[in-house]
């Protein structure tokens, strides 16, 4: 659970301290990629607490999906269809429900936590 937090910590502060700007027309792509990698984050830490979590399932989903996202996000460019948001809808659903069963764990185990102390 503790790879994808300090990856996602070292990447925002990668991100943050090196002053790289990205130009506007690659802002789509940008934008499903970063969304496409907490997808993957998220996943990862979810199955961190699930103790499943396996690091080549976690790098090769990283890669893939910010792959198949900026992919989507091109055909979409050159067909002039916003495809992208097919992307945008399936991770974002992915992220949400990883980030509602993390929450719920982790309230599980503070209420195990609290009960054994009382």
Known sequence: MLIPILGLVV???LGLLTGITIPLQYSTYTAVAILAA???VFGGIRSGIE?????????TGFFGN???AAAL?????RL???IYYAAIFAFGVRLFQNFAIIRRDII???REAKNKVL
């Open 108 to 110: 599980v185990k503070s």
């Open 11 to 13: 990447g925002i502060l």
């Open 66 to 68: 910010a792959l198949l």
């Open 80 to 82: 002039g269809l916003p």
């Open 73 to 77: 996000t091109y055909l979409g460019d």
């Open 51 to 59: 103790k499943t979590f396996d690091m080549e399932v976690f790098i």
């Open 38 to 40: 907490l997808d993957t």
